[in-house]
């Protein structure tokens, strides 16, 4: 496409721009369990006109916008009053994930560095199952990663034992997700934190997807082992808003244990033309709606419409549990949150997993071991009964030997 040489009217653009949607996945009906987190046309419109009131200003300008910086401040405040941040802990917004887990990967590094004596190369230790978001982290800052085996109990948790073995003076991070992405499942921080204690090594817990989900479920009387700053040796902490916390696209939290550790995060740069610039994050202009929508959509729910949300999603996991094993799937692990993966034994996965995609459905999968892969949300109590019954119908077309050609690996 070369730009129109005369601008074209709004309402055609428009017009295009919603026929372009047709082909995409149909996650309004509840469609996808990957990439989008429906929690219904009530919270919809709350991102929508929370962002739209706040979507010129900038977060860059804490001076120039005193009102961001408030909602920004506030939704920290919530976020550690909830992952049970101690006296003098801070954090900051970001725009997602991949954005906290770089820039906490960043303040353990320069931690290091100057705290530690670091001066050549470093390493970070992590399980099999954390996101590849830290490979990115350590690709851009030249750390070596050094991905540790799972305990082999078909717990697919972490393994502390052999964590530890392969941390050494240069390690400057231990990681360990509450939960990981790709069979759902806390890892045992606590046992992580002693490892991480007695090495004198920063803890992070990566919490992007169970970060405002972990704390709802606990008050809903779900037994969630230790993962936030209960555990002492944790330093930092990644949370999602824009998964389960319902926010906009564009919003986490990154969260450290004290001023201290979270000090080794802003840059500051003085050495050019123009004014002194500091950025607490990786991004410099920061969209104003990103803070806005989060912060509206924390106050509108609060804590017993979370609570409800959770509960739903929690109740409609347990609801695919039963439905894969009589089935005669299993589910990797014991998932106590929103994501579970499942694997059938004696077919092919992968088959039975491009017969939904067929169906329409579009999820997630995984490699180690091939299994399917739910993220739900809580339009799925809606639907799940119907994804059931597609299942047992695609497992029944592979297992009669039917099946239609497997679509390409994706990448999520
Ligand atoms: C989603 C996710 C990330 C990355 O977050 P983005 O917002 O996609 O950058 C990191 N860790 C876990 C466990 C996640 O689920």
Redo the contacts with the bound molecule.
């Keep these: 496409m070369t730009m129109p040489k005369r601008g074209r009217d709004w309402a055609e653009v428009r017009a295009e721009m919603i026929d372009r949607g047709a082909g995409d996945a149909k996650w309004r009906d509840g469609k996808t369990a990957v990439y989008v987190f429906n929690a219904g046309p009530d919270i919809a419109e709350v991102q929508h006109e929370a962002y739209a009131l706040y979507m010129s200003e900038n977060g860059l300008g804490p001076l120039a916008f005193p009102s961001l910086a408030q909602m920004e401040r506030e939704v920290i405040e919530m976020a550690l009053s909830l992952l049970r941040g101690p006296e003098g802990a801070a954090g900051a917004m970001t725009s997602?994930?991949?954005?906290s887990?770089t820039m906490a990967v960043k303040a353990a590094r320069d931690f290091a560095r100057a705290e530690k004596g670091l001066s050549g190369p470093a390493n970070i230790v992590l399980p099999k199952s954390a996101?590849p978001?830290f490979d990115k982290a350590a690709h851009l800052m030249d750390i070596e990663v050094r991905r540790v085996p799972l305990k082999d109990d078909g717990s697919y948790e972490a393994d502390p034992a052999a964590m530890d073995a392969a941390c050494d003076a240069a390690t400057i991070m231990m990681v360990g997700?509450a939960p990981?992405?790709p069979h759902g499942i806390v890892d045992p921080i606590m046992t992580l934190g002693e490892v991480a204690q007695a090495r004198d090594i920063w803890l992070h817990t990566?919490a992007?997807?169970g970060g405002y989900f972990a704390p709802f479920a606990r008050m809903n009387g779900v037994d969630v082992p230790p993962f936030d700053f209960e555990v002492p040796a944790v330093r930092s902490m990644?949370a999602?808003l824009?998964?389960y916390g319902y926010a906009a696209k564009g919003a986490?939290t990154v969260l450290f244990r004290s001023e201290e550790y979270y000090n080794h995060m802003p840059f500051e740069n003085r050495d050019w033309s123009g004014a002194p610039m500091k950025t607490p994050t990786l991004a410099g202009t920061r969209p104003g709606g990103a803070i806005s929508a989060a912060w509206a959509v924390m106050q509108v729910l609060g804590v017993e419409g979370y609570r409800e949300k959770q509960g739903l999603v929690c109740a409609t996991r347990e609801r695919v549990e039963a439905g894969v094993r009589e089935l005669g799937f299993e589910v990797l692990g014991n998932p106590l949150l929103g994501l579970i993966a499942f694997r059938h034994p004696e077919h092919d996965n992968y088959a039975i997993y491009s017969e939904m995609y067929r169906k329409g459905w579009f999820t997630s999968l995984t490699i180690e071991p091939p299994a399917l892969h739910l993220m739900l949300s809580p339009k799925h109590a809606e639907v799940i009964d119907d994804y059931l019954v597609d299942l047992a119908a695609g497992l029944e077309t592979v297992a009669a030997g039917k099946e239609g050609p497997q679509v390409e690996a994706r990448y999520n």
């Design positions: 997602g994930g991949t954005d887990i996101h978001a997700s990981n992405f990566d992007c997807v990644s999602d824009h998964k986490s």
